[in-house]
């Protein structure tokens, strides 16, 4: 399976945004590049998936790299409730199921 | 309308025992996913069905663990001779349809305790 890496923390600020960076280097063409968050105690929630154009939706933006190796998700303006692991993950083509890594923990501070 | 329902919530038992985990997938779902997770980590996969066929069971890391889903909708994870490494939050997801593109919807997990 293809893998992704990922900072295993960062930090910002409330009221800021918030660049998360994703390398998948051994991508395929088939991949698409889904992002899951999971906030304490709770199971992962979707957050947005593209392939390669760059995609926006009311939770968050995907940049992804005109060579597809690398994607960042930004959140536009971090709010406390934003605090969370964020999960990059290859899925298609051959994959028919997420596989997770470890994410990046994201804190956010007032 | 109603997210993913995991049942029990919590489960605690002792080593050795028999436990059954529930999940109730979103109504029309034909997707349904097991996972477990430890502490620290992020989820590990352990089976998937599309209707009532288990499409990938490569993640059920021995026999003693077995899921059914008879109907298609609700599924039980089943496990025998529970050990302590046991031990994990179990979660559930379900997806409309089986795509490279389609979202899973996660329960929120049975935290699983083996004493």
């Known amino acids: 399976d293809a893998k992704t890496t990922q900072p295993n923390s960062m930090e910002s600020n409330e009221e800021e945004p918030v660049h998360l960076p994703c390398n998948h280097s051994?991508?395929?063409?088939?991949?698409?590049i889904h992002w899951y968050r999971q906030l304490p105690s709770q199971g992962p929630e979707y957050v947005i998936h593209?392939?390669?154009s760059n995609v926006n939706n009311r939770m968050a933006s995907l940049a992804i790299a005109e060579d597809r190796k690398s994607s960042t998700l930004i959140l536009h303006r971090a709010t406390l409730r934003d605090a969370a692991v964020y999960y990059c993950?290859?899925?298609?083509?051959?994959?028919?199921?997420?596989?997770f890594g470890t994410g990046t923990l994201l804190a956010v501070q007032p | 309308g109603a997210g993913v329902s995991q049942t029990p919530s919590n489960k605690v038992t002792e080593k050795g025992k028999y436990v059954e985990l529930r999940c109730d997938p979103i109504?029309?779902?034909?997707?349904l996913y097991w996972y477990r997770q430890s502490l620290g980590q992020g989820p590990e996969f352990l089976i998937y069905?599309?209707?009532?066929?288990?499409?990938?069971d490569s993640g059920l890391p021995n026999d003693r663990f077995f899921a059914v889903r008879p109907e298609g909708s609700v599924s039980t994870l089943k496990i025998q001779r529970t050990e302590r490494g046991d031990s994990a939050v179990y979660l559930c997801?379900?997806?409309?349809?089986?795509?490279?593109?389609?979202?899973?919807?996660f329960g929120s997990g049975t935290q699983l305790s083996v004493l």
């Open positions: 109504s029309g779902h034909t997707a």
């Open positions: 997801a379900s997806s409309a349809q089986e795509a490279p593109f389609e979202k899973l919807f």
């Open positions: 993950i290859l899925y298609g083509g051959a994959t028919n199921k997420l596989i």
């Open positions: 069905f599309q209707g009532t066929g288990a499409a990938d």
């Open positions: 593209g392939l390669t």
């Open positions: 051994t991508i395929s063409g088939t991949d698409y």
